[in-house]
Nanobody, 116 residues
Framework: QLVESGGGLVQAGDSLRLSCAAS????????MGWFRQAPGKEREFVAR????????YYADSVKGRFTISRDSAKNTVYLQMNSLKPEDTAVYYC???????????WGQGTQVTVSS
């Protein structure tokens, strides 16, 4: 089970940190990812962090502004979002992949709204 938190309503230029707490899985064996879905749009990839935590990858749209990290002691993955823009408005989901990029466990999502 994955449970996201930390979403909210902020102004452009503000920061937010999303959290995703994992339970019922061996956290260290999973690649963790963040995705988002804006109204009327398809879900898109945002960032992912490899099992060991040493390798990260970002969508071009968030590179340099967002940082993904994980805390194995807390079974939690984070998404630090800085310099938020109105186009970052979406429901953000975390997901877990046991094999490659096959994300088969998803959270319920947390809403992020950025006003201009």
């Amino acid at each position: 089970q994955l449970v996201e938190s930390g979403g909210g309503l902020v102004q452009a230029g503000d920061s937010l940190r999303l959290s995703c707490a994992a339970s019922g899985l061996t956290f260290s064996r999973y690649t963790m990812g963040w995705f988002r879905q804006a109204p009327g749009k398809e879900r898109e990839f945002v960032a992912r962090i490899w099992r060991s935590g040493g390798s990260t990858y970002y969508a071009d749209s968030v590179k340099g502004r967002f940082t993904i990290s994980r805390d194995s002691a807390k079974n939690t993955v984070y998404l630090q979002m800085n310099s938020l823009k109105p186009e970052d408005t979406a429901v953000y989901y975390c997901a877990a992949a046991y094999v490659g990029d096959e994300y088969n466990t998803w959270g319920q999502g947390t809403q992020v709204t950025v006003s201009s």
